[in-house]
């Protein structure tokens, strides 16, 4: 399904810096893939290659057998529409429009029939436990709630790979709680892959399989034998020793805002092509 084939990625400036080092990961259909490391290890940079919001300085990208280093710009934003979705950490709704507006937001722009779209918007809304909600608007919901809706209008077009970064990073442990399960749930009656970058071991215990990056380069993987809890405890084990490059609240407000401007602009740019 996806395939990361020695991907290096430096960002230019004045002292260039090697952010992906020759990495290397395949992630087959129907996994549901946590992508775990230290702050700076470049888990948001693998995590923008992929999505194709950037692009490597070498190696190639496969997604259902598509090489997406080969599209032009055009080609790439209705890539990302059709067969991408994307879970942000701050749910990224659109305040003016109701949950079920939101949901079927990504089909408006296909042209896809008000039939259709009711249809799928409430399997869907069903599915997530999010059908009595769908007339409100989305200050009158919850946390939860939200990320749950944000989660229906990431797959309501069936996308081939769901990517989500930090995806309960806003959320009290109980909504997370039920996010990670929505998710797992999709990964598992849905057949859906995923991608979930996360700093919780708890949130990538829900995962079949969790990557190590460390400087830019695969450092180990675990998967997921016995049960969650036994999983989460491994990865609890695990994730102190990977140490990391500190940093104040500062450094992490401006860089996390920094972060989701720029997958705000790729979804949007994504959302606003018309085929
Ligand atoms: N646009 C950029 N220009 C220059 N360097 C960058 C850029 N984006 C990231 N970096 C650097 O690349 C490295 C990897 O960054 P990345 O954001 O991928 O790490 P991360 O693992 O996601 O960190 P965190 O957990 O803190 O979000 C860091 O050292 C970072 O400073």
Redesign the pocket.
Known sequence: MLEVRNVSKV?E?KIA?Q?LSNLSLTVPKEQFVGIM????????????VVSTIDKPTSGQVIIDGKETNRMNKRQLALFRRRELGFVFQDFNLLQTLTVKENIIFPLTLDNVSVKEQDARVHRIAEKLGIAHILNKRTYEISGGQSQRTAIARAIIHDPKLILADEPTGNLDSKAAKDVLETLQMLNREEGATMMM?T?DPQAASYCDRVIF?KD?ALYRELRKSGSRQMFSRKLWAYCPPLG??K?NFRQ?AV??VF?NMRLYAAYFSAAHSRS
């Open positions: 960002y400036g810096y952010a490391g230290p702050s700076g290890s470049g888990k948001t940079t693998l995590l923008n970058v700093h990056i830019g990391g490059r940093m992490f860089k996390n972060r």
